[in-house]
């Protein structure tokens, strides 16, 4: 346990670790356990209650209706109409009667044989409909009913009462219903009363609603799977109470109040919804103080992390000075000073020793390295300089003892005079790509438009006798960008001409006799999404091979005769203190393609025009 505690890492974890986890672990899993609970407990009591009020307010509805429709089938006025069977004569009393019951949507006046006759108020519906409703066909036998019928705009409930004349026994003479809709007004309405979303449905499922209609189909679910269900209206989830609407406490199963039957195919229910987004979202808060207190407890921690950490603050702070002064000298030499002690920290001294041996590895592998590096590169140039050099030095020496020969011809000595001028030359470039990728490139920064840039380039190595047709694609309204011309066209230029030599260097047809009239090298320029401008320099030569291609950037490395390998060396170290890429891939659908990308601006440009 001592040894674990000598660590300052293991003591900052323990003491800042178990105060954080506890305080702010144990007070968040209660509070919000405790305060959820009790809030789906209080949802789903309120939605009982609410279902009650649904209830006992539908009653209350379907009472009244039922008391005025029994004392309007009592009239004598409607009893003497009914009695005549002539509908012009029934017909002004019902409109009447429908007027007078505030609220109805319908009144139905049928004689004793069914026959409707009459029909008022703004709800319309067919005769031949009004007949056959259950619960006119229930009244006509004597016994008032109740049926449920759906609307397009909710859910339509039909009372109905029968009409008797005479006394005993009295002789059924038709019946009187009343009609009342079901639709979002009323369900508002309850809403109104209980706080909560209503929604009236029949069999399975919702007619009208005050939730959204885009809504009724998860609902219509939540429904079918229980009467304590959840659902859920655009991004806030419901718990809902679904309920007979027609059920009394104090009736039986399919009664309905003042003793209407129901005894329907299709039960209607209600269903009453709580948003439980809404509901809990007062836990926001909570979560809220509960994350100060966690800051707080961190803060906390932090002070008695920092009281702990003051036993390791002198080796740490040495550590640190002589890491800065290595990481701005680069002198490896330098070493922490361990002193072992009780109060220092183990971790402390670790590092020391292990920053101590890795400055040493570091150093002995940057000699060893270095001077890997040196007798190879002195190995490539010298075998590269010596063969190049070797070969033009032999047809000086060839062309030297021509000229020594008496006999020698003027046309004899002129070839060889030219063949020693041509390898003098050759020496020349071999001499000056050499100290080119050697001395350090320095650059002198302008603004210069890529697209002129690109059509210069072209037209210099079509005038040095490219011997293939060179085309230009270039993307109109580029802007300027901000780069070294000199030194971007002698990238170009090197890039074009290899191109060139490639497509001279693949095998002809007879067909191909006019190549130098054809653009077998194109150089295309689009704009970069993020500023700057990328070429392509594309040939239709015969393709390079991906392991060749990842080497003709390596210095002396070269595929073709008399070459030295530094062209394209040369041009990646200028395109990559231009801030630029270059790469090479296989072209489409054939041949190859040269990629520069370059920016709009170089990264910490020097103010003197040189990098």
Same mark, same amino acid.
Not at 305 to 325: C, F, Q
């Given at each position: 346990?001592?040894?674990?505690?000598?660590?300052?890492?293991?003591?900052?974890?323990?003491?800042?670790?178990?105060?954080?986890?506890?305080?702010?672990?144990?007070?968040?899993?209660?509070?919000?356990?405790?305060?959820?609970?009790?809030?789906?407990?209080?949802?789903?009591?309120?939605?009982?209650?609410?279902?009650?009020?649904?209830?006992?307010?539908g009653?209350?509805?379907?009472?009244?209706?039922?008391?005025?429709?029994?004392?309007?089938?009592?009239?004598?006025?409607?009893?003497?109409?009914?009695?005549?069977?002539?509908? *012009?004569?029934?017909?002004?009393?019902?409109?009447?009667?429908?007027?007078?019951l505030?609220?109805?949507?319908?009144?139905?006046?049928?004689?004793?044989?069914?026959?409707?006759?009459?029909?008022? &108020?703004?709800?319309?519906?067919?005769?031949?409909?009004?007949?056959?409703?259950?619960?006119?066909?229930?009244?006509?036998? &004597?016994? *008032?009913?109740?049926?449920?019928?759906?609307?397009?705009?909710?859910?339509?409930?039909?009372?109905?009462?029968?009409?008797?004349?005479?006394?005993? *026994?009295?002789?059924?003479?038709?019946?009187?219903?009343?009609?009342?809709?079901?639709?979002?007004?009323?369900?508002?309405?309850?809403?109104?009363?209980?706080?909560?979303?209503?929604?009236?449905?029949?069999?399975?499922?919702?007619?009208?609603?005050?939730?959204?209609?885009?809504?009724?189909?998860?609902?219509?679910?939540?429904?079918?799977?229980?009467?304590?269900?959840?659902?859920?209206?655009?991004?806030?989830e419901?718990?809902?109470?679904?309920?007979?609407?027609?059920?009394?406490?104090?009736?039986g199963?399919?009664?309905?109040?003042? @003793?209407?039957?129901?005894?329907?195919?299709e039960?209607?229910?209600?269903?009453v919804?709580?948003?439980r987004?809404?509901?809990?979202?007062?836990?926001?808060?909570?979560?809220?103080?509960?994350?100060?207190?966690?800051?707080?407890?961190m803060?906390?921690?932090?002070?008695?992390?920092?009281?702990?950490?003051?036993?390791?603050?002198?080796?740490?702070?040495?550590?640190?000075?002589?890491?800065?002064?290595?990481?701005?000298?680069?002198?490896?030499?330098?070493?922490?000073?361990?002193?072992?002690?009780?109060w220092?920290?183990?971790?402390?001294?670790?590092?020391?020793?292990?920053?101590?041996?890795?400055?040493?590895?570091?150093?002995?592998?940057?000699?060893?390295?270095?001077?890997?590096?040196?007798?190879?590169?002195?190995?490539r140039?010298?075998?590269?300089?010596?063969?190049?050099?070797?070969?033009?030095?032999?047809?000086?020496?060839?062309?030297?003892?021509?000229?020594?020969?008496?006999?020698?011809?003027?046309?004899?000595?002129?070839?060889?005079?030219?063949?020693?001028?041509?390898?003098?030359?050759?020496?020349?470039?071999?001499?000056?790509?050499?100290?080119?990728?050697?001395?350090?490139?320095?650059?002198?920064?302008?603004?210069?438009?890529p697209?002129?840039?690109?059509?210069?380039?072209?037209?210099?190595?079509?005038?040095?006798?490219?011997?293939?047709?060179?085309?230009?694609?270039?993307?109109?309204?580029?802007?300027?960008?901000?780069?070294?011309?000199?030194?971007?066209?002698?990238?170009?230029?090197?890039?074009?001409?290899?191109?060139?030599?490639?497509?001279r260097?693949?095998?002809?047809?007879? @067909?191909?006799?006019?190549?130098?009239?054809?653009?077998?090298?194109?150089?295309?320029?689009?704009?970069?999404?993020?500023?700057?401008?990328?070429?392509?320099?594309?040939?239709?030569?015969?393709?390079?091979?991906?392991a060749?291609?990842?080497?003709?950037?390596? *210095?002396?490395?070269?595929?073709?005769?008399? &070459?030295?390998?530094?062209?394209?060396?040369?041009?990646?170290?200028?395109v990559?203190?231009?801030?630029?890429?270059?790469?090479?891939?296989?072209?489409?659908?054939? @041949?190859?393609?040269?990629?520069?990308?370059?920016?709009?601006?170089?990264? &910490?440009?020097?103010?003197?025009g040189?990098?």
């Amino acid at each position: 346990m001592s040894r674990i505690l000598s660590s300052l890492t293991n003591r900052i974890f323990l003491a800042g670790a178990l105060l954080v986890i506890v305080a702010t672990g144990a007070t968040a899993l209660f509070v919000n356990a405790r305060v959820t609970a009790q809030a789906e407990w209080d949802l789903q009591r309120e939605l009982v209650e609410s279902g009650a009020v649904v209830g006992r307010q539908g009653e209350a509805l379907v009472e009244n209706f039922s008391v005025l429709a029994r004392l309007i089938a009592d009239l004598p006025k409607l009893k003497a109409a009914v009695a005549t069977g002539d509908p *012009p004569t029934v017909q002004p009393l019902a409109a009447e009667y429908q007027q007078m019951l505030s609220g109805s949507s319908l009144v139905i006046v049928t004689d004793g044989d069914a026959r409707v006759l009459a029909l008022a &108020g703004p709800l319309a519906i067919e005769r031949e409909t009004a007949s056959a409703l259950p619960s006119v066909r229930a009244a006509l036998g &004597g016994a *008032p009913s109740s049926s449920f019928r759906p609307h397009a705009d909710g859910l339509l409930q039909v009372l109905s009462v029968p009409i008797t004349v005479g006394g005993e *026994p009295a002789i059924l003479a038709g019946s009187l219903s009343v009609g009342f809709l079901l639709d979002g007004a009323v369900a508002s309405d309850f809403k109104q009363l209980t706080g909560s979303d209503i929604g009236f449905g029949l069999g399975d499922r919702v007619r009208a609603s005050t939730l959204p209609r885009e809504s009724w189909p998860a609902v219509d679910r939540a429904h079918r799977s229980g009467q304590m269900a959840r659902a859920w209206s655009g991004d806030a989830e419901y718990v809902l109470l679904s309920r007979p609407f027609m059920q009394s406490s104090g009736a039986g199963a399919g009664a309905g109040p003042a @003793g209407f039957a129901a005894g329907m195919a299709e039960a209607p229910f209600v269903v009453v919804l709580r948003s439980r987004t809404e509901r809990l979202r007062f836990l926001g808060p909570i979560q809220t103080a509960i994350g100060a207190t966690a800051v707080l407890t961190m803060l906390l921690a932090t002070v008695l992390s920092y009281g702990v950490a003051r036993t390791v603050t002198r080796p740490l702070g040495a550590i640190t000075s002589v890491m800065r002064e290595v990481a701005t000298t680069g002198d490896l030499t330098r070493k922490i000073p361990v002193h072992p002690g009780s109060w220092d920290d183990e971790d402390a001294r670790l590092l020391a020793s292990t920053f101590n041996t890795l400055t040493d590895s570091i150093a002995r592998f940057e000699k060893e390295a270095a001077q890997r590096e040196r007798l190879s590169s002195l190995g490539r140039l010298s075998s590269v300089v010596a063969h190049e050099i070797r070969n033009p030095l032999m047809i000086i020496k060839s062309a030297a003892r021509t000229l020594r020969q008496p006999d020698a011809g003027a046309d004899a000595r002129a070839e060889a005079v030219q063949d020693i001028d041509q390898e003098v030359v050759r020496l020349n470039r071999i001499v000056s790509e050499v100290l080119d990728y050697a001395r350090p490139i320095t650059f002198t920064w302008q603004d210069v438009d890529p697209n002129a840039m690109c059509r210069e380039a072209a037209q210099a190595v079509q005038a040095a006798g490219a011997g293939v047709g060179i085309g230009a694609v270039l993307a109109p309204g580029l802007s300027a960008i901000r780069t070294d011309p000199e030194r971007l066209r002698t990238v170009l230029v090197n890039v074009l001409q290899n191109a060139a030599q490639a497509v001279r260097a693949e095998p002809r047809t007879e @067909g191909d006799a006019a190549v130098s009239n054809r653009a077998s090298v194109e150089i295309r320029t689009t704009p970069r999404a993020e500023g700057g401008v990328i070429v392509v320099v594309h040939d239709d030569g015969p393709g390079i091979d991906p392991a060749v291609a990842a080497r003709l950037f390596e *210095p002396f490395f070269t595929t073709r005769r008399g &070459g030295t390998g530094l062209g394209l060396a040369i041009a990646r170290n200028i395109v990559d203190g231009l801030g630029g890429t270059i790469t090479i891939s296989a072209g489409t659908p054939s @041949g190859t393609d040269v990629r520069l990308t370059l920016p709009a601006a170089p990264k &910490g440009e020097a103010g003197d025009g040189r990098a």
